[in-house]
């Protein structure tokens, strides 16, 4: 140009600055551009810059800056001939443009500044000072070329030190090298807006910026550098770092319901990304069962009051139903007016399917604290105990259930004080309207996540229809009073019938108490006789004279003291059953006279010769070997054939052991209704030890030993502590650690007590394996010694 210039002094303001908006309207003109254009604020504010610049014909040039503008290109050099206002002088401007994009990168307006040419400095602090983003320029090598005060404060970084060097080895980028986003806006000639990363301040501190970036070009088109704008995020990020630490999902929406944040939980909750949600309404995400009128988020910004824990269900990007438990909030700016909404919810997906598994099994399920007091109550123990759960919960546990073993033997006390739990115990209890049922209980300690004990668990299972299918297959394993599941006594059983209705004689053999008086009275009572009497007789019990006479009656004078006539056992057993047992015991010259009454049907009384009729069915048993007896002359052998029209052989106990659990039950029921005890079985340890025994006393001794236990057994179950010698464990515990005798239900404080001294005990009071074998950290066994005052009674504190 060959205009004339005029030297920078001679301007009254050395920088003259306006500003636009994205329609090109003038939205501010400061003073040195009035005196610099010859312009005033009120011709030129509001007004469109084309209206302005190309109808005064002096600044026609700043007409062509809105296209690369808007393109989001920065403009830096571009000259422009100013004719001055009050002379005829001119002088060569040089324009700097810079675009002001939004958060989409749409151009929301411009910085525009006019300086003289003449003067060397290419930027003009006085704007990008007045900016508070970070700005700074850099050549096409990348070199920093500007750097504005709100740069220096957000580096550390000052202009003198930073002008000239290479941008990367002052910002240490995370994206620094191929990734650079200023390099990718001056290689594409393009913006790129509100990128966040991380750079590195001049003391070395990380510090998150949110950046734009744009090409620098000169007036030809040229790009001959990049400018750079940059937002210190700290504070955001913090806020949004809280945000996505926070377990529970947040969102928040604006009056329009459409989101405006989403944090890593609500992802992780939801299946939803952040980025595929924002803007879009909460319906269409969520899907919940309440939205529309019902909407908690919408009560809460109505009202303007917080609502908390309500529990809904909402839809996951997957369509799956998803439980949860949500709080509302209406969201305020700083001046307090209602600006949308925020809401917290929390994933019920676990406590609802407890909940719900807890609520859909079939056994009943409760929970007490450590004052027994009933805390939780399932539908199934409403429906097996007519007990509601508002009704139970709050109660003693023996105050609802009416258990047989409430007192020394509750399950959960046992439970607690073992540190065990305790399984399938078979008890009663008495529901709401008193009556008596079956139950099968497991019980454990609840505990809470350090270990300590918090109260107790107990699941029930109804038994009534059990028992009831247990008294129908007692029918099968049962001919009279004769109990037994084996094969063996179920071939017994199958032929018994026909047995008794026959007239024959019968021969029971058998150890010493294998039940043969049950088997012969089993067999009177099936048969054609049993409205006449049953009389048995032992006949190894008495001697020769005294049971001659017992068996047939004697005359008065047939001896000393023979003052009155009395009947024997035949006359005693007309039209029934006699049951000889012990046969093979019975004298050689009794064996005569029997002979006689089986072939003649007669006999004679002692002391008379007159035969009397004896329509007496004759049953038989011993433990002998009669046929050996045959041999040796001891047992007449037309007698033995007489007898053996039918043998039964009984097998010992220790070849039917599966009839030992069916046995002992049996005798339980027995002395349980004689002696009115409480007892309502025997423990699978005490039942285990008996059927490891080989029993050759038979069914007699399993009923002496039931019969022995209940004189220790005070209720509940019987235990191997209440077997007899040789069965009852030999105690090797000191007097510390044995079980405290329970007469009543303990607090669980005392169970805790005991449970932690015994394991000490057990472990010579080292504390680790205390721990181990309790389950606790060390922290926790440290406070329970102290609060429970244990003391090591040797004195030493054994740590590990």
């Not at 994205?22 to 604020?41: D, R, Y």
């Not at 240490?172 to 990734?179: E, T």
């Not at 699978?684 to 004189?711: H, K, Q, T, V, W």
């Not at 007097?735 to 005990?761: V, W």
Request: hydrophobic letters at 35%; aromatic letters at 6%.
């Amino acid at each position: 140009m060959d205009a004339k210039t005029t030297p920078p002094s001679s301007l009254a303001v050395q920088e003259a600055v306006f500003t636009v908006n994205e329609n090109w309207q003038i939205t501010s003109f400061n003073h040195a551009a009035e005196k610099l254009m010859g312009l005033t604020t009120g011709e030129t504010i509001g007004k469109s810059c084309q209206d302005v610049f190309s109808g005064s014909g002096k600044f026609e040039a700043l007409c062509s800056l809105y296209g690369p503008l808007a393109s989001g290109r920065a403009m830096h050099g571009l000259r422009v001939v100013m004719h001055k206002p009050d002379s005829k002088d001119s002088v060569i401007l040089l324009v700097t443009a810079i675009p002001i994009p939004d958060k989409d990168g749409k151009l929301t307006g411009a910085i525009i500044t006019l300086r003289d040419a003449t003067d060397p400095g290419h930027i003009y602090p006085l704007v990008l000072n007045s900016i508070a983003d970070g700005v700074f320029t850099v050549d096409k090598h990348f070199r920093i070329t500007s750097f504005n005060k709100a740069a220096e404060e957000i580096t550390g970084w000052t202009r003198q030190e930073v002008v000239g060097i290479s941008c990367n080895k002052i910002f240490q980028s995370n994206i620094c090298g191929a990734d650079c986003i200023l390099a990718q806006s001056v290689n594409e000639g393009k913006s790129i807006v509100n990128r966040s990363i991380y750079i590195k301040g001049k003391n070395g501190r990380t510090i998150p910026i949110s950046i734009s970036a744009s090409p620098l070009i000169d007036p030809e088109g040229q790009v001959i550098g990049g400018v750079e704008t940059f937002r210190d995020i700290t504070s955001s990020l913090q806020q949004d770092l809280i945000l996505d630490s926070i377990a529970d999902g947040v969102f928040t929406v604006d009056r329009n319901w459409h989101l405006t944040s989403f944090n890593k939980a609500a992802e992780h909750i939801t299946g939803w990304n952040k980025d595929e949600v924002l803007g879009k309404p909460c319906s269409s995400i969520f899907h919940s069962s309440i939205c529309g009128d019902a909407c908690i988020l919408a009560q809460s910004v109505e009202s303007g009051q917080p609502i908390g824990n309500r529990s809904i269900f909402i839809k996951g990007k997957d369509g799956e139903t998803i439980p949860i438990s949500i709080s509302a909030a209406p969201l305020t700016d700083p001046d307090g007016d209602v600006i949308g909404g925020v809401e917290t919810f929390r994933d019920l997906t676990s406590v609802m399917t407890k909940d719900l598994v807890l609520e859909s099994i079939a056994d009943g399920v409760f929970t007490v604290n450590r004052s027994w007091k009933i805390t939780s109550f399932n539908r199934a123990a409403e429906l097996i105990t007519g007990w509601k759960r508002q009704d139970a919960i709050g109660k003693s546990c023996s105050d609802v259930f009416h258990s047989s073993i409430c007192g020394e033997n509750c399950a959960i006390a046992q439970s607690l004080y073992s540190g065990k739990p305790v399984a399938n115990r078979s008890i009663f209890v008495k529901n709401i309207d008193g009556k008596q049922i079956p139950l099968s209980i497991s019980a454990a300690p609840l505990l809470d996540h350090e270990g300590n004990v918090i109260g107790g668990v107990e699941t029930f299972r109804d038994l009534s229809v059990v028992t009831e299918l247990r008294k129908q297959l007692s029918r099968r394993y049962t001919f009279g009073e004769i109990l037994s599941k084996s094969a063996s006594m179920q071939r017994i059983f199958s032929i018994l019938p026909e047995i008794a209705h026959s007239e024959s004689n019968v021969l029971v053999l058998g150890e010493s108490g294998t039940g043969k008086e049950l088997v012969a009275r089993a067999i009177h009572t099936s048969s054609r006789r049993n409205k006449g009497p049953f009389m048995a007789v032992n006949c190894g019990a008495l001697p020769e004279t005294l049971l001659e006479s017992e068996l047939f009656g004697y005359k008065a004078g047939a001896f000393t003291d023979a003052k009155h006539d009395r009947p024997g056992r035949f006359a005693s057993a007309e039209k029934g059953t006699l049951f000889l047992d012990e046969i093979g015991d019975i004298p050689a010259s009794l064996q005569v006279k029997l002979l006689r009454v089986l072939q003649e049907k007669v006999y004679e009384p002692l002391g008379s010769n007159k035969p009397v009729k004896a329509d007496v069915r004759i049953i038989a048993a011993t433990n002998r070997n009669l046929q050996q007896l045959v041999q040796e002359g001891i047992f007449r052998e037309d007698l033995f054939y007489r007898l053996n029209v039918v043998k039964i052989l009984l097998p010992p106990l220790r070849e039917r052991m599966e009839d030992v659990p069916m046995l002992a039950e049996h005798f339980i029921k027995q002395f349980s209704n004689q002696q009115g005890k409480d007892i309502v079985g025997i423990s699978d340890e005490a039942l285990g030890i008996l059927m490891r025994y080989g029993f050759p006393g038979n069914i007699r001794e399993l009923e002496n030993i039931i019969e022995y236990s209940f004189i220790l057994c005070h209720g509940g179950f019987i235990r191997p502590e209440h077997l007899p010698e040789p069965f009852a464990p030999k105690s090797q515990e000191s007097p510390h650690s044995g079980p405290i005798p329970l007469h009543k239900p303990l607090p669980l404080e005392e169970i805790e007590k005991q449970a932690i001294f015994q394991s000490l005990e057990r472990n010579h009071w080292r504390r680790m394996n205390t721990c181990r074998e309790l389950g606790i950290s060390k922290d926790t066994l440290r406070r329970k010694i102290e609060r429970y005052g244990l003391k090591n009674p040797f004195g030493e504190d054994l740590g590990d």
